[in-house]
């Protein structure tokens, strides 16, 4: 087994990676607001795109933040921005 300082580097980057993958992924089912929810998801998705990345899949990286991140996070960021909220009721 190689132990050189970039295969430890490049499994530490790979570890971060994957910590941050699950995080954000949790808080997106988690997150009782649906906009943070949302930005949880567009992070999560960049953290994805980041690990194709690290995996030699350059391609697979650049279509994930074109596509995902580009066009369907930012529809639903519009979709969460454009729906009526009610402020001031007591209904939680």
């Not at 980041?50 to 930012?74: C, D, E, H, R």
């Amino acid at each position: 087994m190689d132990t050189s300082i970039g295969t430890i580097l490049h499994l530490a980057v790979f570890a971060i990676l994957a910590i941050a993958a699950i995080m954000f992924s949790l808080f997106v089912v988690t997150a009782k607001d649906v906009v943070r929810a949302a930005l949880s998801l567009v992070f999560a998705m960049f953290v994805i795109a980041g690990l194709y990345i690290l995996l030699n899949a350059q391609f697979l990286g650049v279509v994930q933040v074109l596509v995902y991140i580009g066009a369907i996070g930012v529809l639903i960021l519009f979709a969460v921005m454009l729906t009526k909220k009610e402020f001031g009721t007591d209904a939680e």
